[in-house]
């Protein structure tokens, strides 16, 4: 595992869009706010650009992308906002560059599938966090969220360190306390990897998933597809954030718990939901990649890898 080092003042944070587009406004308020917390901002060219419901061509964003990871005084790349289009970069994204100076990419959403793809291809953690577009005024940043994403980017914290999820934690399938590599993100977007060159290594795993304006219907397959694809037989855990914005459970009389166990059904993994993950407003920022461990009956989710010490 090839870790970036941690955030310090006065690095410079790498802005790019690889997903849809984001408003100008919201991209010269997020500048102001990391230059406020003693940060140098990068604005990557392509960022405002638009290609039908995408940032840009995919050439271009992946430029921008593959800009950012070149330039050795950026230390951290952030992407802008979410939507649809991150998977087309996959197969134009300079992976060795990454692997060659290693450092803090973070996102959520769609971009988490170049979160899992980045990861899988060279061993370098990344962050599933907010995205720029909370620190641009778009969405709510929250204290929560501030207090659990700096720290996790600039290494304030010793170890083993327990993310703050006792309050949220519901455990569906108790069982004995797991150890693992933490993998995951949006459900749709993970998916998507299966059968493809950048797919995560389940093995061993400790799998987070998180969903936000699906139908349970949706949510349902997706799971399915997770457990006739072979994930399910590999990991130790799964984890899965509290619902945003999910529709039908209510009205088909079906809750989203009977949905997740009815599909993890025949395995004897622990199981727990309603993470502040993704989505939600609170959210925690996670190291993909890093070893973590479940102990669901002390409500404890800890980290047993310093993000950011290489």
């Known amino acids: 595992m090839r870790i970036p080092r941690q955030l310090q003042p006065g690095d410079t944070i790498g802005i790019f869009s690889p997903s849809s587009p984001i ?13 406020q917390r003693g940060y140098t901002v990068n604005v990557a060219p392509n960022t405002l650009a638009t290609f039908g419901f995408m940032a840009g061509s995919p050439q271009q964003r992946a430029d921008d992308l593959n800009l950012l ?41 769609d971009p988490s599938i170049l979160l899992l793809a980045l990861t899988s291809a060279t061993g370098v953690p990344t962050f599933h966090g907010p995205n720029g577009v909370e620190f641009g005024g778009l969405c709510p940043l929250t204290t929560f969220t501030e207090e659990n994403f700096w720290p996790m980017l600039t290494g304030e914290f010793s170890l083993p360190y327990s993310f703050p999820v006792q ?29 493809t060159p950048w797919e995560p ?25 997770l457990h006739l694809s ?38 004897d993994f622990p199981i727990v939901s309603d993470l502040l993950i993704g989505h ?31």
């Open 69 to 109: 990871l070149h330039d050795p005084t950026v230390r951290m790349v952030m992407t802008s906002t979410g939507g649809a289009g991150a998977v087309h970069l996959l197969p134009l994204i300079d992976y060795p560059a990454l692997a060659a100076d290693p450092k803090i990419v973070v996102g959520l959403s």
């Open 280 to 310: 939600t407003d609170d959210k925690l920022t996670l190291p993909i990649g890093c070893r973590v461990g479940l102990d669901t009956g002390r409500g404890l989710l800890e980290l047993y890898d310093l993000p950011g010490t290489g």
């Open 230 to 267: 072979g994930v399910f037989e590999k990991i130790c855990c799964l984890l899965v954030g509290k619902p945003v914005q999910m529709e039908g459970y209510e009205q088909d009389g079906v809750t989203l718990e009977e949905i997740i166990l009815r599909n993890c059904a025949g395995y």
């Open 167 to 195: 309050e949220h934690f519901q455990v569906l399938r108790s069982g004995k306390s797991v150890e693992g590599t933490l993998i995951g993100g949006n459900l749709e977007r993970l998916s998507l990897l299966i059968g």
């Open 23 to 35: 408003e100008s406004k919201a991209v010269n308020t997020m500048c102001k706010y990391f230059e």
């Open 201 to 225: 290594d389940w093995q061993g795993a400790v799998l987070f998933v998180e969903e936000f304006l699906s139908k349970d219907t949706s949510f349902d397959a997706l799971l399915a597809h």
